[in-house]
């Protein structure tokens, strides 16, 4: 208990799988967390099981305007955030990810979410964390930011073509993003997390894509995984509480890997 007591917690995503039970662990060791959630039934539901000083915010990624008033919302009740997970992301907009069936249409959709999202997280993130100028100008900033990657930003993802790119991106983005923060001496960590195959509703969308046959390819994609198990939404969660705590203090710019070791094959 209290590994983050106090600090001011942020998940978008929160209203189910990875970013929910990151919202819980990060709340069960002492976070006032916001769930940022685009369904406001799901954000709701995991603020009532939370209780205490967990709030909801309705929110889309997607929109500047939208993440101005996220931080403003959380400055109000809260004050300046301590943790950002930026969860929120989309698998697909249809059933097939291929290069010769991908339109423009669902590339966009996809990378406005899971690319453009984590970018204006990282920006808002980074300018509400730094109010007071930063440690190394004698201010109150400094802070945790995670963002969600996947192991599809690691390897090649013929049949998600999309959502692959995407994940890459945000690899990349979290090691810009963690040394320009570093170098202006801001206090701010940032880390990616990269689950590979997680029981959650987005792990049964990923058995769906193609063929359809969700069972048949679960079976087949669990072969692949050398512990032979696949992961639960708290394995990823725990890693995050991790990158959010300050027992991460020296870590950042950080690739933490989630997959039961598929890509260390």
Not at 21 to 46: C, K, N, P
Request: hydrophobic letters at 45%; charged letters at 20%; a neutral charge.
């Amino acid at each position: 208990m209290g590994r983050v007591e106090g600090k001011i917690a942020i998940v978008t995503g929160g209203g189910t799988g990875i970013g929910r039970a990151a919202a819980i662990r990060l709340a069960a060791e002492g976070a006032i967390v916001t769930i940022a959630e685009f369904d406001a039934e799901s954000g709701q539901a995991v603020v009532a099981e939370l209780g205490g000083d967990a709030a909801f915010v309705q929110h889309d990624v997607r929109e500047e305007a939208s993440w101005r008033s996220l931080m403003a919302a959380v400055a109000d009740r809260h004050g300046r955030p301590d943790i950002l997970v930026n969860n929120a992301g989309i698998l697909a907009t249809r059933n097939d990810q291929a290069l010769a069936d991908t339109d423009m249409a669902q590339w966009r959709a996809v990378q406005a979410v899971n690319v453009e999202g984590v970018f204006l997280g990282c920006k808002y993130g980074v300018a509400a964390m730094t109010l007071g100028g930063g440690r190394a100008r004698g201010g109150a900033g400094g802070g945790a930011i995670v963002n969600m990657s996947s192991i599809a930003g690691l390897v090649g993802t013929p049949h998600l073509i999309a959502y692959g790119a995407s994940k890459g991106a945000v690899r990349q983005m979290t090691k810009s993003v963690a040394i320009d923060c570093a170098r202006k001496g801001l206090g701010i960590r940032c880390n990616s997390v990269h689950p590979g195959i997680i029981v959650t509703n987005m792990g049964d969308k990923v058995m769906g894509m193609g063929n359809g046959n969700t069972e048949a390819n679960w079976a087949a994609r669990l072969k692949l995984v050398p512990m032979g198990e696949a992961g639960q939404a708290v394995d990823v969660a725990n890693c995050i509480l991790f990158l959010a705590s300050d027992e991460a203090r020296h870590v950042t710019g950080a690739e933490l890997v989630v997959d039961g070791g598929m890509t260390a094959i």
